[in-house]
């Protein structure tokens, strides 16, 4: 045994490796990207991206069919996208262990939505075990394999933001070889029609039975007894906090959160006098106890319904005094998120909000292009979304005169599913404007790759897929491909686009910037500037202006020479250092 100082992804990662994990399938999303990316690392396994997680899914369910042990990683949202295999491989089974990582994000730090993925295991009446730190991490994904396998289920495994990118204390061990299981043909337990799946829901409801009679006993719950005026149940990061605020209570931990030991959560209320569920940004745990006939007591004052939930939330729920602290300070400057210096999407946004176009968005860090000053964003719901919503729009404004519509979508999200949203478009004859901003990378999680870069995760032969092909196979007859850092060329590629009464797609091309880290020429403002502010309406970071008198000055340890703001000074104001590369 080794100790290291590990994160709960690399923890993960490292517990699938050391119980034998062949192979490994994911698509990047924070906070579970680091996961896959570790295990693509580790000696003798197999790491792909997938296009989305659906794929990731059914590739890592084949796999298991065929006898290997799976590791397969998502964030929350990716869930919702391979619901469906995962409902029907709960009936199916497994052959090699399947171990699914959902990473939830309370508090939204990097989605879209907050959601508790419990409720996925519930319904589709997978086991879901859910560590409380990297120890944990690491020894209930190694033992998840086993469990999956002698309950013939695939097995969830949550994480949240806290426990994937915390790093706790972790004994590490070596990998224990598992051959790859002999396949066997079985149709009864493989193919799902009615006939197959009606006795395989049998099979799944004995399953069940099983796992509530071991649930009772395993060792992954554990209770804490202390001061027995107050009982806490929780799971997860949310026990860390409960630790904090109330180390003298009777605590217990729940490492398994569906199914839940009914009997052992009845003994635990009876031990003492009010009994109470802490969890966060949801009521998944408290409505599953109660469920199981637990009487809970009721907060003094309510935890937060949103967010995450801390120590002193915990303690004013309780009505314990706060401890004292200092306030944060207020007069600190906001550091909003924006698109680096040099981001090849910036005068797309720049150019749309001229053409003052309705702009349905999508995921990805493209997406700050609905902020101020570039404000070129108008819609942004789901992975894909952009095309269809665009769709949409045009449906809905048919006859109308309206503004231009315009779908933005990057690379990486078109082949999550993108892809099947224009082949709606195409299909019913739509019309509008599609932006693909192809930057060579899934930017957002940390420059990834994905089918349109060709990238694959452990570096192997692979095929760049070629997208304007693509796009002329599907039927698109206006395919263009534009160099993003060209204003010209960005601002008539749009105009004549959204001036068809047809479906027009362009490829805006150049890679991100953060790919090529090498030193780069840099901008300075002459004294030609004028203070008009145009330059500032870019939003580049690099960029600021006097706030007296509307100069404008390029921070030289920021700019890399995009010539991005050259474009649109109108008075040559804007140069290139001499010989001066930052």
């Known amino acids: 045994m080794v100790k290291q100082l590990l994160s709960g992804n690399e923890a993960i990662a490292q517990g ?9 399938t994911a698509y990047p999303g924070t906070p579970s990207t680091e996961t896959m990316e570790t295990f693509a690392k580790l ?7 997938c296009p989305n997680e659906k794929v990731a899914l059914e590739v890592a369910m084949g796999a298991s ?20 295999p995962l409902f029907t491989a709960a009936y199916t089974g497994v052959n090699g262990g399947v171990v699914i990582l959902a990473a939830d994000d309370p508090g939204m730090f990097s989605s879209q939505n907050e959601q508790d993925s419990r409720y996925y295991a519930m319904a589709s009446q ?26 013939d289920t695939p097995v969830m495994l949550r994480s949240t933001v806290r426990i994937s990118h915390t790093k706790t204390p972790v004994e590490t061990g070596e990998r224990t070889d598992v051959a790859v299981k002999p396949y066997e043909s079985n149709a009864a337990k493989w193919v799902m029609m009615p006939a197959f799946a009606k006795p395989r829901r049998k099979d799944l409801v004995k399953r069940i039975d099983s796992l509530k009679k071991w649930v009772e006993t395993c060792p992954y719950n554990t209770v804490e007894q202390g001061d027995s005026s107050i009982g806490i149940i929780c799971a997860g990061s949310v026990y860390q906090h409960v630790k904090e605020a109330c180390s003298t209570a009777s605590i217990f931990k729940l490492g398994v959160t569906w199914p839940l030991p009914s009997q ?8 003492v006098e009010k009994v109470y569920v802490v969890e966060e940004a949801s009521v998944y745990l408290s409505d599953a106890v109660k469920a199981c006939g637990v009487v809970l007591d009721e907060f003094e004052t309510p935890l937060p319904p949103d967010g995450e939930v801390h120590p002193e939330n915990i303690r004013a729920s309780l009505g314990l005094s706060l401890p004292e602290h200092r306030e944060a300070a207020t007069d600190v400057p906001g550091r909003p998120p924006a698109l680096c210096p040099g981001c090849p999407h910036r005068l797309i946004f720049k150019e749309l909000s001229r053409l003052k176009a309705i702009v349905t968005g999508d995921i990805g860090c493209y997406t700050l292009g609905a902020l101020p000053p570039l404000n070129g964003i108008d819609t942004c719901l789901d992975m894909g979304a952009s095309v269809s919503m665009a769709h949409g729009f045009e449906l809905a404004l048919k006859g109308t005169d309206h503004r231009p519509v315009v779908a933005v979508i990057g690379d990486s999200t078109f082949a999550h599913s993108g892809l099947s949203s224009l082949v709606n478009t195409v299909y019913n004859k739509g019309v509008g404007t599609v932006c693909i901003l192809d930057n060579r990378t899934t930017a957002m999680t940390g420059q990834q790759g994905n089918p349109f870069n060709g990238v694959t995760l452990q570096d192997r032969d692979s095929r ?4 304007p092909g693509i796009l002329q196979a599907l039927g698109v007859d206006q395919v ?3 160099d993003s850092y060209d204003m010209k060329a960005v601002r008539k590629a749009l105009k004549e686009a959204t001036l068809h009464d047809e479906l027009d797609v362009i490829i805006f091309k150049r890679a991100c910037v953060l790919l090529d880290k090498s030193p780069k020429p840099t901008m300075f403002v002459n004294g030609d500037c004028t203070g008009c ?9 690099a960029i600021s202006c006097d706030p007296e008198t509307g100069i404008s000055a390029i921070d030289p340890t920021l700019c890399i020479g995009c010539n991005q703001c050259v474009q649109y000074c109108a008075f040559g104001a804007i140069e290139m250092r001499e010989g001066g590369a930052n």
Request: proline share 5%; glycine share 6%.
């Open 65 to 84: 069919a065929a006898g290997a042990r799976v590791l397969v990683t998502m964030k929350h949202v990716g869930v919702n996208v391979c619901a469906d």
């Open 464 to 467: 760049e897929l070629d997208l």
């Open 480 to 482: 263009t491909e534009v």
């Open 264 to 271: 052992a959560l009845h003994e635990f209320a009876e031990s």
């Open 16 to 24: 699938a490796w050391e119980a034998g994990c062949h192979i490994g």
């Open 126 to 151: 997978v086991p879901m075990l859910e560590p409380a730190d990297s120890s944990e991490a690491l020894r209930f994904t190694k033992d998840a394999y086993e469990l999956s396998e002698s309950f």
């Open 43 to 49: 000696p003798d396994v197999y790491a792909e991206w």
């Open 533 to 541: 502010g145009v330059c500032k309406t870019l939003g580049c970071p």
